[in-house]
Structures are given as C-alpha cells and as structure tokens.
C-alpha cells in the first residue's frame, strides 16, 4: 500500500520560514493536500492541488511537490500556526495521509 | 456555506456494529464525494471510505471487510457501518466532503467529529 512519510516535529522561531516534508514513491505524480489540526478541532485545508490556497487562508502558507517529496511552507510563522499538520493524496481510489507533523512555534 | 454533523452511539460493545450518521446541510449530497475519517486518540489520521453523488463506493483495503457507506439523498445523509469492533477501532469519526476524490481538491468541509469508544 503507498505510504505518505512525514517528520514527527519541526521547531520554528515566530518570523521565521517553517518547512514541513512529506515525502512517498513518485509523490510528483500526485496531487497532494495539507491539513491543519489544532488539539480539539477538525482538521483545515490549508493546500489542495499541491499549492494552492482555499478561500480565507492566508498568503503565508504555501505548497509545492517535486519528484518524491512534497513540502508546506510556512513563512512569517505566527504563534496560531501552533499545530499538527497532515499530508494527504490520493492512491488509486484512497486517500492516504502521511503520520503528521507537530509544528512548535518557540 | 456546507455543515456536516456526525450523530450515533458514543459506546459501541465489542464485536458489535459501529454506526454513524452524517447530516449535511447547505449543499446536495447528490453531487461530490462524501468521506468517513477516523483518528484514534493522541494518532494521526485514518482513512475509512467514501460515496460519490452516483452511489459508487470505495473502501480503505485494510478496513474493506468491515465498512459499508451508504447515502440517504432523501434525507440529505450519509451513513457508516464498521463490524466486528474492537478496542483498535476506538476513535473520533470524522465525515467529511470532498469536492472530487483524486482530483486533488481535498477534504474542504469536515464535521466536528464524534467520540466513539468501544468497551463492553
């Protein structure tokens, strides 16, 4: 079955660049999605389409996916960035979401 | 603006049948991809299965003996059933829209989730 491989925590400096990898076996082939979960609350699309942006999400967060990595960057992070964050794509017919990352603003 | 609402047992016994219901308001359910999701406590996210707007279904393999997901448009709902629950099977249960599966749209609408425990 494919499998979506991600860190289990960055760390970052409020201002600074968060970069958060997922990485699977040909990911570019993919389209991938990152979510954003807060303890408590449903998960938020913040990436579909590898980089793009639903409605109400701000500029500072954005996607890309190269060969068999894909990455969500954060810039400019702020405290309420504070969260775990999950990738997903879609294998044949099922979605698949890597381990999820806990992003640490400090 | 779309609103999915999960509802059902918060305790379900061992070996007995999970069932949830999704209401979904503020959108047809006759179009789109309506999805079951699942993450175990303090663990990630799990994948369940999904009906699209034809009634088409389709399972995640390691859960596909057990799940069905049926559609309700009558009532504008979407159900789940997992058999033959286990302690493994503790979890909040999450349904969620997505716009066009593999299209790479995402999962854009979740519903608040619900607590499942299974225990006798």
């Known amino acids: 079955s494919y499998e979506l491989t991600q860190p289990p925590s960055v760390s970052v400096s409020p201002g600074q660049t968060a970069s958060i990898s997922c990485s699977g076996d040909?990911?570019?082939?993919?389209?991938v999605c990152w979510y954003q979960q807060k303890p408590g609350h449903s998960p938020v699309l913040v990436i579909y389409k590898d980089d793009r942006r639903p409605s109400g999400i701000p500029e500072r967060f954005s996607g890309s996916n190269s060969g068999n990595s894909a990455t969500l960057t954060i810039s400019g992070t702020q405290a309420m960035d504070e969260a775990d964050y999950y990738c997903q794509a879609w294998d044949r017919t099922t979605a698949v979401f890597g381990g999820g990352t806990k992003l640490t603003v400090l | 603006q779309v609103q999915l609402q999960e509802s059902g047992p918060g305790l379900v016994k061992p070996s007995e049948t999970l069932s949830l219901t999704c209401s979904v308001s503020?959108?047809?359910?006759?179009?789109?991809?309506w999805s079951w999701i699942r993450q175990p406590p303090g663990k990630g996210l799990e994948y369940i299965g999904y009906?699209?707007?034809?009634?088409?279904?389709n399972y995640s393999p390691s859960l596909k003996s057990r799940v069905t997901v049926s559609v309700d448009t009558s009532k504008n709902q979407f159900s789940l059933k997992l058999s033959s629950v286990t302690a493994a099977d503790t979890a909040v249960y999450y349904c969620a829209r997505d716009p066009g599966a593999a299209a790479g749209r995402g999962f854009d609408y979740w519903g608040q989730g619900i607590l499942v425990t299974v225990s006798s």
């Open positions: 040909k990911l570019e082939n993919k389209y």
């Open positions: 009906i699209d707007y034809s009634g088409s279904s």
């Open positions: 503020g959108g047809s359910i006759s179009s789109d991809y």
